[in-house]
T-cell receptor
Framework: GAVVSQHPSRVICKSGTSVKIECRSL??????MFWYRQFPKQSLMLMAT?????????EQGVEKDKFLINHASLTLSTLTVTSAHPEDSSFYIC?????????????FGNGTRLTVT | AQKITQTQPGMFVQEKEAVTLDCTYD???????LFWYKQPSSGEMIFLIY??????QNATEGRYSLNFQKARKSANLVISASQLGDSAMYFC??????????????FGAGTRLAVHP
């Protein structure tokens, strides 16, 4: 149980275009999902918290106009990287919670490796 | 603010031996959860083990155990009988009971474990 599906797994796009990444909880409803970014050989940095039915909450320093998050349903959140540039190249990984409690782990998708040329 | 510290960028261990990965944390909250995740080179995040701040016994999951020393604010992961497939990046993470909003999962810098035959 607690499967999170993330698509695409890899994407290459040209500078200036937009890319959409989907995150789905397959066997549970996820009111809240979290989006992380990971640079090579570094840790996961939380970008934003996505809550169904309301606006996303962005971490300090994350451009909300660059990284658009939409939590359309209890099983789907999307991250759109708008007007992508080479510095946006990174590994993006989403996660979902079954419970908001502090003792509940997050369940992660397999990540999306974005390369902007 | 919550903080996770992993001071070992890299560790190596001989196959079938035990290894301890260090993690210290800092929080002013009384209620919090500590988690360990494994990230193989493919990128997915695999949840290994959880320890709650009120748990009196150390958590165990198969070959994984968590050495929880609350007064020292440490939550070290012990892997017994290491296998070649254990070679991966390991992240310690924490969720606080209440962070004024969503209960975020914050990660340490990670430790890269290499298991040698």
């Amino acid at each position: 149980g607690a499967v999170v599906s993330q698509h695409p797994s890899r994407v290459i796009c040209k500078s200036g275009t937009s890319v959409k990444i989907e995150c789905r909880s397959l066997d549970f409803q996820a009111t809240t999902m979290f989006w992380y970014r990971q640079f090579p050989k570094q840790s996961l940095m939380l970008m934003a918290t996505s809550n169904e039915g309301s606006k996303a909450t962005y971490e300090q320093g994350v451009e909300k106009d660059k990284f658009l998050i939409n939590h359309a349903s209890l099983t789907l959140s999307t991250l759109t990287v708008t007007s992508a540039h080479p510095e946006d190249s990174s590994f993006y990984i989403c996660s979902a919670e079954i419970s908001s409690s502090y003792n509940s782990p997050l369940h992660f998708g397999n990540g999306t490796r974005l390369t902007v040329t | 603010a919550q903080k996770i510290t992993q001071t070992q960028p890299g560790m190596f261990v001989q196959e079938k031996e035990a290894v301890t990965l260090d993690c210290t944390y800092d929080t002013s909250d009384q209620s919090y959860g500590l988690f360990w995740y494994k990230q193989p080179s493919s990128g997915e995040m695999i949840f290994l083990i959880y320890q709650g701040s009120y748990d009196e016994q150390n958590a165990t999951e198969g070959r994984y155990s968590l050495n929880f020393q609350k007064a020292r604010k440490s939550a070290n992961l012990v892997i017994s009988a290491s296998q070649l497939g254990d070679s991966a990046m390991y992240f310690c993470a924490m969720r606080e009971g209440f962070s004024g909003g969503y209960n975020k999962l914050i990660f340490g810098a990670g430790t890269r474990l290499a298991v040698h035959p």
